[in-house]
Each structure stands twice: as C-alpha cells, then as structure tokens.
T-cell receptor, first 114, second 113 residues
Framework: GAVVSQHPSWVICKSGTSVKIECRSLDFQATTMFWYRQFPKQSLMLMAT?????????EQGVEKDKFLINHASLTLSTLTVTSAHPEDSSFYIC??????????FGSGTRLTVV | DQQVKQNSPSLSVQEGRISILNCDYT??????FLWYKKYPAEGPTFLIS?????DKNEDGRFTVFLNKSAKHLSLHIVPSQPGDSAVYFC????????????FGTGTRLQVFP
C-alpha cells in the first residue's frame, strides 16, 4: 500500500533554533501534502496544504513565516519550524492522498523545544 | 469554530459488546467522512469511510452510519476487542472543493475484559 515516511520521529532543540521535518511519499507521487499538529489530548489541527511547485496554503491563524513549507518534488515536502519556542512543542504529522487510495499519514514527529 | 465534533471524550466498553462512537458536523458541504484510530505518538490509521451519498458502510467489525439531515455519523465496532482501545477520530472532507481533512476532537475508547 501507499506509504508516507516522516522523519525525524522525535527531535529536541534549543529555543531560537530551527527544525526541519521531512515527509516523503515512498511509492507514489503526491502533488499535495498536508501538515497537521496535535497538542496533548487534542485534535489534529490542519496547519497547511503543501502544493508541489507552488506556495503552500496556510490555515487561518498559522504563521507562514514561522512554519515554512517547501514542496520541491512530487515525493518530498518539508516543514521548517523557524526560531522555535517552547510553545511550538507539539506532535507534527504529515499526510498525503495517493491515487485511488485513502489518505495516508506519516508516523509523526514529536518536537520538544527547550 | 469546531466544524467536526465528538462530544464524548471517552468511552468504556466491555469486551464482546458493541462500541458506538459518535460524530457531529456543522457544514453541509462535507462530502466524505472517515474514521481513524490513533495511538499516542503515532500517525492515524485509517479504519473506514463513507461518502455523503450513502448512509451506511460496513467493513468487518466496523460499520459507519451517516445521517445527513442530522449532520451526524457514528462508528459501530462489534464485537469490541481489547486491541480496539485507542483514540478514535472522525474526519470530514469537501470544504471549498479541497482534499483537506477536518478532524473531530477525538474519543478515547477503552475496551476492558
């Protein structure tokens, strides 16, 4: 089946640094990928839609300059959390929709900013 | 503005019995609904889906019912098994003709022996 690989699975960084999270579609091409974040015991909140070869579409309230999304190829989207702060600590998950298949999700990245 | 809601944050069911998880939505533009199972620190796992043109879809132990007039869907798991214990999310698609999913707030299901 269609697989989305996400890494790292967890990362700890210092406040003020930037962190990049990668999301790869392993056996299909994804012109669109989605990025979510989940706080403890809360829902998955859609942050942005990543579009291959064009700018990402951000949901209301999500700072595009803080959460940089790059979708430079049909199999890779990256989310960079810039100048991370402790309140950015969360669980980030990417998703893609393979052809003729339901949505598939990455395994998630636990970001802890100290 | 939570467009997809799961009003029961938790549910406890005995093994072998039926688990019923509920989900309500507010926007009639949603055209496709999905249920996911999720463990902590993992991505969601797809369970079952239903198109808005249907009112029922069944797959093994899982059945999803859709009541469009009430903007309500439910997931039935029967018989429930201890391995079903997890957080369940409903999700809806179709706003503004996009593929993006809007997730509900989640229900933690615990199946005890």
């Amino acid at each position: 089946g269609a697989v989305v690989s996400q890494h790292p699975s967890w990362v700890i960084c210092k406040s003020g640094t930037s962190v990049k999270i990668e999301c790869r579609s392993l056996d299909f091409q994804a012109t669109t990928m989605f990025w979510y974040r989940q706080f403890p015991k809360q829902s998955l909140m859609l942050m942005a839609t990543s579009n291959e070869g064009s700018k990402a579409t951000y949901e209301q309230g999500v700072e595009k300059d803080k959460f940089l999304i790059n979708h430079a190829s049909l199999t890779l989207s990256t989310l960079t959390v810039t100048s991370a702060h402790p309140e950015d600590s969360s669980f980030y998950i990417c998703s893609a929709r393979p052809p003729d298949y339901g949505y598939t999700f990455g395994s998630g990245t636990r970001l802890t900013v100290v | 503005d939570q467009q997809v809601k799961q009003n029961s944050p938790s549910l406890s069911v005995q093994e072998g019995r039926i688990s019923i998880l509920n989900c309500d939505y507010t926007n009639s533009m949603f055209d496709y609904f999905l249920w996911y199972k999720k463990y902590p620190a993992e991505g969601p796992t797809f369970l079952i889906s239903i198109s808005s043109i249907k009112d029922k879809n069944e797959d093994g132990r899982f059945t999803v019912f859709l009541n469009k007039s009430a903007k309500h869907l439910s997931l039935h798991i029967v018989p429930s098994q201890p391995g079903d214990s997890a957080v369940y999310f409903c999700a809806a698609r179709g706003l503004y003709n996009t593929d993006k999913l809007i997730f509900g707030t989640g229900t933690r299901l615990q199946v005890f022996p």
